[in-house]
Nanobody
Framework: QVQLVESGGGLVQAGGSLRLSCVVS????????VGWFRQAPGKERESVAS????????SYADSVKGRFTISKSNAKNTVYLQMNSLEPEDTAVYYC????????????WGRGTQVTVSS
């Protein structure tokens, strides 16, 4: 079983920055993917960014490209999401999730952290 714990959310003004953290623990496979997702009130959950643990390769949603950066610390088993130039539309609960490489779905999820961007 894999556990994920998010932190770093908060209230920030438009144009500001936040860094989210996701600590990964438990029975991870030798190679896996960690993704950040978000869900705004009344909207479906959407993928924001993901990173492959071994290669470090990343992918981003078009809406956050150039503003958000996903990274990892192997030593701390932590994945980060640096969010710059935040917009009110980024307001949502942000979740991190884990899936094994080759698995079709993310099967382990954190509880989420709230990000609120004021205009």
């Amino acid at each position: 079983q894999v556990q994920l714990v998010e932190s770093g959310g908060g209230l920030v003004q438009a144009g500001g920055s936040l860094r989210l953290s996701c600590v990964v623990s438990g029975r991870t496979s030798s190679n896996y993917v960690v993704g950040w997702f978000r869900q705004a009130p009344g909207k479906e959950r959407e993928s924001v960014a993901s990173i492959r643990w071994v290669s470090g390769s990343t992918s981003y949603a078009d809406s956050v490209k150039g503003r958000f950066t996903i990274s990892k610390s192997n030593a701390k088993n932590t994945v980060y999401l640096q969010m710059n130039s935040l917009e009110p539309e980024d307001t949502a609960v942000y979740y991190c999730a884990h899936r094994a490489m080759g698995a079709p779905d993310f099967t382990s999820w954190g509880r989420g952290t709230q990000v609120t961007v004021s205009s």
